[in-house]
């Protein structure tokens, strides 16, 4: 008798047990179930963007590449992806994406600038300091000018030349559009630029544009410190830099 009275309190705990595990996973499962109602609801919907550094873009043009509607769920939205639709646009060098709940996106956008210019037919093919080409406009926007000579056997348009001319400008300008006048890519593809108080940088081939801008620019600040006006800058070697005095 005894051991049938523990035998049906045995099964009445695995009975109990039972039951409070499946109360556990019911419990559970509404719970997770009200979360993602809750997850979707429009107390998640996006009520306040604030878009930050831009000048040239439009606040509609950033919303439509960020992919962003009334409807947007900001819990659910997809920062990073955002981020690469951004920058997918070629005047936007960077963007930062974030949320803050419960409705909250901020986007910040670093944009490019454009530092010179190639002719294309009737029109002004911009590029940006990093050689990333900015688009196409009608009316000369006087920006340094980016020529391929003639019988260099690169053609107008060739990149690799062209975004190294577009880096050096970059540099060498250092912001002021009036330092640099052109740059020239000459018949055996080696890369020169003009400044326009009458001194010529030479670049050799346009590869490594950073180091030798930056050797170039050291021998221009020596000069002007000294007062003596520079001919010619040849920094084919960055390492070792020469210049000619007038």
């Known amino acids: 008798m005894a051991t049938s009275t523990s035998r049906l309190a ?6 109990r047990g039972r039951r409070l595990a499946a109360a556990v996973i019911v419990a559970a499962v ?16 996006l009520r306040h963007l604030e878009v930050v550094g831009t000048s040239r873009l439009t606040r509609s043009h950033v919303v439509r590449l960020a992919a962003l509607s009334p409807s947007t769920n900001v819990l659910w939205f997809d920062a990073g992806a955002a981020e690469r639709r951004l920058e997918s646009d070629p005047w936007v060098a960077q963007a930062t994406v974030s949320r803050r709940l419960p409705g909250k996106i901020r986007i910040s956008v670093a944009e490019r600038a454009p530092v010179a210019m190639i002719r294309d037919g009737g029109g002004f093919t911009l590029l940006a300091a990093d050689g990333v080409a900015l688009g196409t406009v009608e009316v000369d926007p006087a920006l340094p000018e980016i020529v391929v000579a003639a019988g260099s056997g690169l053609p107008q348009g060739s990149a690799p030349s062209e975004a190294g ?17 052109w740059a020239v890519v000459g018949t055996d593809g080696t890369l020169s630029v003009e400044l326009a108080g009458g001194s010529r940088v030479e670049y050799g081939e346009p590869t490594d544009i950073e180091a030798k801008t930056l050797a170039a620019r050291r021998i221009l600040r020596w000069a002007r410190a000294k007062g003596a006006l520079v001919v010619r800058v040849n920094v084919t070697a960055p390492d070792a830099p020469a210049a000619t005095l007038g």
């Open 10 to 15: 045995e099964l009445a705990r695995t009975v």
């Open 30 to 45: 509404a719970i997770a179930a009200a979360s993602l109602v809750a997850s979707r609801s429009s107390l998640l919907r």
């Open 165 to 181: 001319a577009a880096r050096a400008i970059g540099g060498l300008d250092g912001g002021g559009r009036l330092a640099v006048i």
